[in-house]
């Protein structure tokens, strides 16, 4: 592998995440699914591809798209984590903290999507 190669893969492994907030929305009825993901453009990317192949873990959401369709449905990104100077920055806590607060501005329709990233005492 030449110098350049060397230098481009090198480059990509030390790009901090592209980290975010996410939401799948209901066009029909307009529920809004929240989600997170340290890397944003990949979730949104397999969870389409998951509700194609009808295998998506969030059942209520499974079932919608299922019946519904892909016409349906729009991916968008809320927001993204602003990338940090310092490599040991903890992106996790920062992300979970924007789901919560997505979670909140977007209620009463707002269902979480993903897992919590931090345990808040309460259930999906």
């Known amino acids: 592998m030449d110098e350049k190669k060397k230098k481009l893969k090198q480059d990509y492994k030390n790009r901090p995440p592209e980290g975010g907030v996410f939401q799948i929305k209901n066009l029909q009825d307009g529920k809004i699914y929240v989600g997170s993901n340290m890397n ?5 990317n397999s969870i389409p591809f998951q509700l194609k192949l009808g295998v998506l873990r969030h059942k209520e959401l499974q079932a919608d798209y299922n019946l519904l369709g892909p016409d349906m449905f729009s991916f968008e990104v809320l927001e993204r984590l602003e990338p940090q100077d310092d490599p040991n920055y903890d992106y996790h806590a920062d992300l979970a903290t924007l789901e919560e607060l997505w979670l909140e501005k ?19």
């Open 106 to 124: 977007l209620q009463p329709f707002a269902i979480r999507l993903t897992r919590p990233l931090k345990k808040k005492g309460s259930s999906e």
């Open 40 to 44: 944003v453009r990949a979730a949104l």
